[in-house]
């Protein structure tokens, strides 16, 4: 049930782009994403809800697929404090809100 | 506006012991969800509490247990402790069950080792 997050881990040099994909063995209804940086809270970043929806701030943005049970993180331009991990959460369709539940994280590291 | 507080930040106990962690939400959110964070493992799911009814359960022992009290804030138990049961508790709330108009926000959890 948990979904599986790749890659799990990814090295970026200052201005480089990355992707982090999230997938689901069951039929999601929203999928959440997060970071968290060493030591802090996991922080909100987006929602996106089935439908296919694109949701973008500034140069992160992510997209939903409902179909593959898929979403993808996108970091454009990526900048130093970028650096953390990225989790997704995911919310499945089956009318039981309130449930959230986590991939295993993907770290991103990225060097001046 | 305060974010979530979970109390205490460290905390050191003995197999066999018991221990009680506890977690105010932001002011005027309902639903508080508890997480476990290790290495490797991610965020596991506890459990979610919304008016004070726990609506959803996570795959733990029963030796893992919470409660949420009239004015949202909610503890967590657990028994028997075990030395697998050293992790980072984190604590969400959230102003409405978790969905797609209600993201959780995190406190900076608990950590609790046993030894």
């Known amino acids: 049930q948990q979904p599986v997050q790749s890659p799990q881990a990814v090295i970026l040099r200052e201005g480089e782009d990355a992707v982090i994909n999230c997938s689901s063995s069951?039929?999601?209804?929203?999928v959440h994403w997060y970071r968290q940086k060493h030591g802090e809270a996991p922080v909100f970043l987006m929602i996106?809800?089935?439908?296919?929806e694109q949701k973008g701030h500034e140069k992160i943005s992510a997209s939903f697929n409902e179909k593959k049970q898929q979403s993808s993180l996108y970091l454009t331009a990526s900048q130093l404090s970028y650096s953390g991990t990225y989790f997704c959460?995911?919310?499945?369709?089956?009318?039981?809100?309130?449930?959230?539940?986590f991939g295993q994280g993907t770290t991103l590291q990225v060097k001046p | 506006k305060a974010g979530v507080t979970q109390t205490p930040r460290y905390l050191i106990k003995t197999r066999g012991q018991q221990v009680t962690l506890s977690c105010s939400p932001i002011?005027?959110?309902?639903?508080v969800s508890w997480y476990q964070q290790t290495p490797g493992q991610g965020l596991q799911f506890l459990f979610e509490?919304?008016?004070?009814?726990?609506?959803n359960k996570g795959n733990f022992p029963g030796r893992f247990s919470g409660r949420q009290f009239s004015n949202s804030r909610s503890e967590m138990n657990v028994s028997t402790l075990e030395l697998g049961d050293s992790a980072l508790y984190l604590c969400?709330?959230?102003?409405?069950?978790?969905?797609?108009?209600?993201?959780?926000?995190f406190g900076n959890g608990t950590r609790l080792t046993v030894t």
């Open positions: 996106l809800l089935k439908g296919g």
């Open positions: 069951k039929a999601l209804y929203s």
């Open positions: 959460g995911t919310e499945i369709n089956n009318g039981n809100t309130g449930k959230l539940i």
């Open positions: 509490y919304f008016s004070e009814t726990q609506r």
């Open positions: 969400a709330s959230s102003r409405g069950q978790v969905s797609y108009n209600s993201p959780l926000h």
């Open positions: 002011s005027g959110h309902r639903s």
